[in-house]
């Protein structure tokens, strides 16, 4: 089973060809960086137009290097949200256009849960994992029990991670994208207690019940800290310094969130890992240790990465980090998605609409914030 995907949701126009064994045929991916760049951030319009003006060649790109033509596919499956509406749409019409003229099944997708599905296609994990999903456009702690059947544990309430890192970098006076950046800087920084002591910063949330995020108090901090600073030219050491405190207490942030986080699904889906207790070992079926799956453009950062891997190794789970092509916005996770939802008949109708916003949890309470997008 070969599916085409399209990614068109936020700045990187993507498409690709994966197959059900989950061999990646062709993930191309085409970041806009540049046309964004001098305005600090992504700007909508210009994203929908350069989806709109590069798509076409990415997917017969894609097609030509799986050797594949349209009837040759079992199906087209296209990013339909959350995400900038233009963009969406530009993808989505592209997919039920090729869906259409060749009848194919078509699968509109859902964004966050091709980030949530990736560790399967990367790892074939097991039903159910915990992931922590850190991207520029979210920040949420996902239980994922089955496809279509996910938990919202946490959201931010205010800024997505990603956004908080590329907001402080830029006050920092470093380039868009910050977040890789500001890791860059930190890493120069040769006086770790005292930039922490120089550069003390909140930790909205920390300690408290349940595992909802915050962030936009840590960037005001940022700022803050860097009007105290003398006027003119940011001096190089301060600089660093203030990334490594930032880094070091976005670190703790997340440490706390997520132990949160694993306590309870630990607690809570106990019985999905039977082996894990003593009572079952005798069932002699393969041992599978729970998981926890990081996502996202953040998961890029080797701080957060490496302060996961240890938490997750005292609690004994299985630490996976789908390699950064496949974490970052792509079109494999959205091929991929197609699959397991074409396989269990998930498909869509070409009347399926694009959704600037589409919680995976429809239970969870909507928090309104500037960065939530689901
Ligand atoms: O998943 P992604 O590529 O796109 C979406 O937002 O969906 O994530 C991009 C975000 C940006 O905010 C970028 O600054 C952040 O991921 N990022 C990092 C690092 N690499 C990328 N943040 C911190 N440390 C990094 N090394
Ligand atoms: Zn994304």
């Not at 990736?118 to 994992?129: A, C, K, S």
């Not at 956004?163 to 890789?180: I, N, Q, R, T, V």
């Amino acid at each position: 089973m070969k599916i085409l995907g399209i990614e068109t949701s936020c700045d990187e126009t993507a498409a690709a060809i994966v197959d059900n064994k989950r061999v990646i045929h062709a993930n191309l991916v085409l970041s806009q960086l540049d046309d964004h760049k001098a305005f600090g951030g992504v700007v909508p319009e210009i994203a929908a137009r350069a989806h709109l003006d590069h798509l076409d060649t990415l997917i017969r790109g894609a097609m030509d290097e799986a050797g594949l033509r349209f009837n040759e596919l079992d199906g087209v499956a296209a990013t339909s949200g959350p995400g900038l509406i233009g963009g969406v749409m530009v993808g989505m019409m592209a997919g039920k256009a090729i869906a259409a003229a060749h009848n194919l099944p078509f699968m509109g997708i859902n964004h966050l849960e091709a980030h949530a599905l990736t560790p399967r296609l990367t790892d074939n994990v097991q039903f159910p994992y915990l992931i922590l999903l850190v991207s520029g456009g979210h920040t949420q702690i996902l239980v994922a029990e089955d496809v279509g059947v996910y938990k919202r544990w946490g959201t931010t309430i205010d800024d997505a991670l990603g956004e908080c890192f590329d907001k402080s970098a830029k006050l920092m006076g470093l380039g868009y994208p910050g977040g890789p950046n500001l890791e860059k800087i930190a890493l120069t920084c040769t006086d770790h207690a005292g930039a922490i002591e120089r550069f003390p910063l909140p930790k909205p949330l920390k300690g408290r019940d349940g595992c909802d995020f915050s962030f936009s108090g840590l960037k005001t901090a940022v700022r803050n800290h860097i009007e105290k600073l003398p006027q003119g030219d940011l001096n190089k050491t301060d600089i660093a310094d203030l990334a490594y405190a930032f880094q070091i207490t976005v670190t703790e942030i997340i440490e706390d969130r997520c132990t949160k986080a694993i306590t309870r699904f630990l607690r809570e889906y106990k019985n999905s890992f039977p082996h894990t207790y003593p009572q079952s070992e005798q069932t002699g079926d393969t041992p599978q240790k729970p998981a926890f799956v990081v996502s996202g453009g953040v998961a890029a950062n080797i701080s957060i990465r490496e302060k996961l891997k240890d938490l997750t190794a005292a609690h004994n789970m299985d630490f996976m980090a789908p390699p950064l092509h496949l974490c970052s916005d792509n079109a494999a996770m959205i091929a991929w998605t197609g699959i397991e939802r074409l396989q269990r008949n998930m498909t869509d109708s070409l009347d399926i609409g694009a959704r600037p916003r589409w919680p995976l949890d429809p239970t969870a309470e909507p928090k309104i914030g500037g960065g939530v997008k689901a």
